[in-house]
């Protein structure tokens, strides 16, 4: 007995080690394509996908809209050094659904997409039926999808790959090849090929025929359309039409179509086998996962066919706008020219740098980068520095309490930066405004000829929201919407895109939304906590202390926490004089009421700072 005890004292080792070379082994096994799979599923791709076309016109049997005649008036009045563009701001996420569904069935040529994350829910599925109907009757559809949280089902994919010449998938940045990442298989991408894994490409973009393009916030899920039941995003997009679709917006979409890690269908290990496998069986389209509400669905699917109602509510609020520029991160952003390739961090950067008056800033995940830490500390040392302005989530409101709590963490920095920062509520008051609007159907006149074609968070049921737009808009005048959440994050490792709107008006609109965001009944104010006493001014001294340690930062009592307005009191700056008696703290981590979730957080604001760039 006695000499079998030190093997078991060295099982724990082994074991280890043991693991690690098998996360090896599945890493090396998973770094090739396999080959000859690839070329059975490319023949039978090429011998069964879809061919035939619902119809013969030169315009593929677009619909009219009134889109084709703002996209003439840009072109007319426009020239290259004095453009005409168009721009929809979507404030609400079924306005970008439903507009999305019309311009696919006006598409006569091409559409082009890309995103982060697709899933086969009740919105997703609505968009890829429409744009297989598109490419049935002839016109060619192209998505890149990365591939850590998009259309992770072979099944679909394999049948996808089959369904028409005119449509194709590629995903962007598979893990070992394969379209479906294992936990194994997780965990072996970040021991062999970190930096890689952590590329993504978080580009949102959607393209019409070179005339019309979306971008913003946005993927393709419920949550992002107001149609989830338990949890929605307060987001936006914004629509351009006019020469930059045609110009930045395309060449950027080439770019990563035509790039290395855009992986065609049949070079995925998993869906190529599973393409042999099925050869000639005739399958169909695997139904959607969850949230299925067909009258919702055809609800929508009547309203995108209503050309009264886009007059209405897209082209008769579309802002004439004259310089509109798309930037974007090129896809080779990691490789070694990668300081050349940051174009849309670099385009902040120096926006941010030239205000003078003030700055606007919303993003979900308020944990700001060195670089940009840098170009803030240098507005914060002008004579007259501007007014910064941030609406960021709420632990309560948040969809990454990791990130939340880094942000937590460095509130200080931030403060001390001369950021006023509003924390989003999970349940607004104002979600009426946000999330829900009425629509005529039909050109019915009073009550009966009005119908909703969505479920309203928060009235029912208690739906939470979160913060996931992405905009700045600086000294109402220059807009930014895009995908990018000024972190570390979105600087050093995912692609990034967005549009940069040159227009007092289009300003004007952002930032309103954006002021209506941090009112009372929709944010809770961020301020120092007061130090009238010694006791306070210790208190501040550990916590600076604390924050500044990269790990072991349990210190609780933190220099700012959250304040609620009092009734009868207008709002105010937390520079006031008046603040303090006119507000009411309400603690770190309001409407929190999950204990593990509170523990959670402080564990992370603990240890998580090395964390920073990744999470």
Known sequence: MSEAAPPARRSKPLRALALALGLCAIATAGCTVNRQLARQ?????????????????????????????LAETARKFGTPDLPVHFVNVLEQGEDSLLVRIHLIRAARRSIDIQTFIW????????????????????????????QLFSLEDTELLSRLALIHRN?????????????????????????????????????????????????????????????????????????VTGAVAGREMAASFEQFWNYKRAARLTRLNDVNRRLVAEADQDLPLPAAERGIDPMRVETLRAHAGLAAEIERRFIAQAQR?????YFSDSPAKQDDDADS??????????????????IVMQTPYLVISKHA??????????????????????????????????????????????????????????????????????GGAGPEGYARYGKAPLTSQGVRVGMHAKSIVIDGQVTL??????????????????????????????????????????????????????????????????????????????YATSYELNP????????????????????????????????????????????????
């Open 568 to 615: 009868g009191c207008a709002p105010m700056k937390q520079t006031d004089p008046g603040f303090y008696a006119c507000y009411t703290a309400v603690g770190d981590f309001p409407e929190v009421d999950l204990p593990l979730k509170t523990i959670y957080t402080r564990m992370v604001t603990a240890f998580g700072a090395s964390a920073v760039g990744i999470l």
């Open 321 to 325: 706008v004259g310089e509109v520029d």
């Open 373 to 442: 830490r840098r170009v803030f500390r240098e507005l914060k040392q002008r004579g007259h520095p501007p007014d910064i302005i941030v609406s960021t989530n709420s632990l309560a409101a948040t969809d990454a309490f990791y990130v939340y709590a880094l942000s937590h963490k460095y509130k200080k920095r931030y403060l001390k930066l001369g950021f006023r920062i509003y924390e989003f509520k999970p349940f607004p008051g104002d979600a009426d405004r946000l999330f829900s609007h009425y629509e005529e159907l039909g």
């Open 167 to 239: 449509f194709e998938v590629r995903i962007y940045n598979p893990t070992f090849h394969k379209a479906v990442t294992q936990p194994l298989e997780f965990a072996a991408s970040i021991l062999c090929c970190f930096t890689r894994f952590n590329q993504r490409m978080h580009n949102k973009l959607f393209l019409v025929d070179d005339e019309f393009g979306i971008t913003g916030g946005r993927n393709y899920e419920n949550r992002y359309f107001d149609w989830d039941h338990e949890f929605d995003y307060r987001d936006r997009d914004v629509l």
């Open 481 to 558: 919407i895009g995908s990018h959440n000024f972190d570390p994050r979105s600087d050093n490792y995912n692609t990034e895109s967005g549009l940069i709107i040159h227009d007092r008006a289009v300003a004007e609109l952002v930032e309103s939304a954006i002021l209506g965001d941090i009112e009372p009944q929709n944010s809770w104010t961020i301020a120092k906590r007061p130090r009238t006493n010694l006791l306070h001014r210790i208190n501040s001294a550990i916590a600076d202390f604390s924050s500044a340690l990269p790990l072991f930062d349990f210190w609780p009592f933190r």
């Open 341 to 358: 390739n940051k174009q849309l961090g670099e385009q902040i950067a120096h926006m941010i740098a030239g205000a003078e008056r003030q």
């Open 41 to 69: 599923a490319d023949r039978i791709v090429i011998r069964e996908q879809g061919q035939v076309s619902t119809c013969t016109r030169s315009d593929h049997c677009a619909i009219d809209t009134p889109f084709h005649q």
């Open 119 to 146: 899933v086969n829910d009740d919105s997703g599925r609505l968009f890829l039926d429409e744009l297989l109907a598109a490419a049935r009757r002839g016109v060619r559809v192209r998505v890149i999808a990365d």
